[in-house]
């Protein structure tokens, strides 16, 4: 590798630890082992508390649930989990997760890793296009769904979204990132350190983002696991209103709440603490 390549790898580490450092609770690192390679999982709360598995937007890293994670751990075991071939600590084995099924398969050995049998399992944004699709591969795994203004689950993207979106997309820069960032929160104030890093992931080298198709309806009828959409209200990358009606339509016994105040990128982080609250409340209140 490169001496540069070093360097800016150095960089990127630094700053995910400098973020992980912030998070206010007690982390422990865990990697697992697989053929994909090797999943590194950031774990905190109490030990015997319900797994709740937390899946990050497209490059973000695990890092990304700062605002969070104090919530979450109060009496939850949460799995922040960085998946392999994108930005974080995971490291890639000579044949990592190439499409859907294997994205799916390799989740199915992250629970196995942790000795999890089922979880609940949270996602933002691509994060929740897993979460839901592995709810329908594995509704045995998946007691409780969380999903946050999730993509490509209940409808397409904004053609202005993606305009905004294609600089980045055909070369990701930390400034291009940085920019799309800053037009789609309408400029929301976010943590530093984390920004810095969410550059730097911009730049990551050899990305292998796995992408599969929407769920079809008749499949999405199927779901079991009690379910709740947090929807983006001032969100750009789709219409959240019309997402929210093709939710009630496809899963009518799901809960959904528009949250106005947010917006695609930000919702994770800015004024958490009342998506912090229904999550919670939806957790606890559906776990018996």
């Known amino acids: 590798m490169p001496d ?26 865990i990697d697992l082992p697989s053929a994909y390679g090797t999943t590194r999982v950031n774990a905190c709360g109490p030990a ?12 973000t890293t ?7 994670v104090a919530e979450f751990a109060r009496r939850h075991r949460v799995y922040a989990v960085d998946r392999i071939g994108e930005p974080g600590r995971s490291i ?13 398969d390799w989740l199915d050995g992250v629970l196995d890793g942790l000795g999890i049998e089922s979880a609940a399992v949270c996602g933002h944004s691509y994060g929740g296009w897993i979460a839901l699709t592995y709810g329908l591969h594995a509704p045995q795994r998946v007691r409780r ?17 993606l ?5 980045y997309l055909i070369r990701p820069t930390a400034s291009r990132a940085q920019t799309l960032l800053t037009w789609e929160t309408d400029g929301a104030e976010a943590d530093p350190a984390w920004l810095r890093l969410y550059g730097l992931a911009a730049e990551f080298p050899d990305v292998k983002v796995v992408t599969g198709k929407r769920p079809e309806p008749g499949l999405l009828r199927t779901l079991t696991a009690p379910t709740l959409v947090l929807l983006a ?8 209103h019309r997402i929210a009606s093709a939710v009630a339509r496809l899963l009518p016994h799901a809960e959904t709440a528009v949250l106005p105040g947010l917006s695609h990128h930000a919702m994770p982080w800015h004024e958490a ?14 776990a018996t």
Do not use: K
Not at 10 to 22: I, T
Not at 48 to 56: E, K, R, S, T, V
Not at 92 to 104: F, S
């Open 48 to 59: 015997d508390g319900p797994p709740l598995i937390l899946l990050h937007g497209g490059g």
């Open 4 to 29: 540069d390549d070093h360097g800016a790898n150095a960089a990127f580490l630094d700053a995910y630890d400098a973020v992980l450092e912030r998070w206010p609770v007690q982390v422990e690192p």
């Open 163 to 167: 305009a905004r979106a294609l600089p």
């Open 145 to 161: 769904l969380v999903l946050l203004d999730p993509t490509q689950c209940f409808g397409g993207f904004r053609v202005g979204y």
């Open 62 to 68: 695990s890092t990304m649930w700062f605002a969070n």
């Open 92 to 104: 890639r084995g000579e044949r990592p997760p190439r499409n859907a099924p294997d994205l799916l």
């Open 273 to 286: 603490a009342d998506l912090n609250t229904r999550v919670i409340g939806f957790l606890d209140r559906t």
């Open 233 to 240: 209200g001032r969100g750009r990358a789709h219409v959240p």
